[in-house]
């Protein structure tokens, strides 16, 4: 059974940092392509960043977080990670981490229960 378990957030300043994690467990997590989406208080799940395998660029982040934000994985340890500096309070948001055969995409095959993320100004 695919498992994925985000940790790493919290409550932070603005202009702080944060290091999300996900632990992966019961899939080939190597051959799968992975990301993060966020969903703000009263708001739809909206697009982070994602690294693809197969297709278009190996790796694409949101315009608002485009060099604040950094995903990265270690297939050897089934893990991914979001590095997010400099966070403003629009961050704010449960992170969800996905996984899924081809792209990483809302329809993905499987996601975390979230990690809360609450960024004061």
């Known amino acids: 059974q695919a498992l994925l378990v985000e940790s790493g957030g919290g409550l932070v300043q603005a202009g702080a940092s944060l290091r999300l994690t996900c632990q992966a467990s019961?899939?080939?997590?190597?051959?799968?392509?992975v990301g993060w989406y966020r969903q703000a208080p009263g708001k739809d799940r909206t697009f982070v960043a994602r690294m693809n395998l197969y297709s278009g660029p190996s790796v694409q982040y949101a315009d608002s977080v485009e060099g604040r934000f950094t995903i990265s994985r270690d297939n050897a340890k089934n893990m991914l990670f979001l590095q997010m500096n400099d966070l403003k309070p629009e961050d704010t948001g449960t992170y969800y981490c996905?996984?899924?055969?081809?792209?990483?995409?809302?329809?993905?095959?499987?996601w975390g229960q979230g990690t809360q993320v609450t960024v004061s100004s």
């Open positions: 019961g899939f080939t997590f190597s051959s799968y392509g």
């Open positions: 996905v996984a899924n055969r081809g792209v990483a995409t809302l329809g993905s095959a499987h």
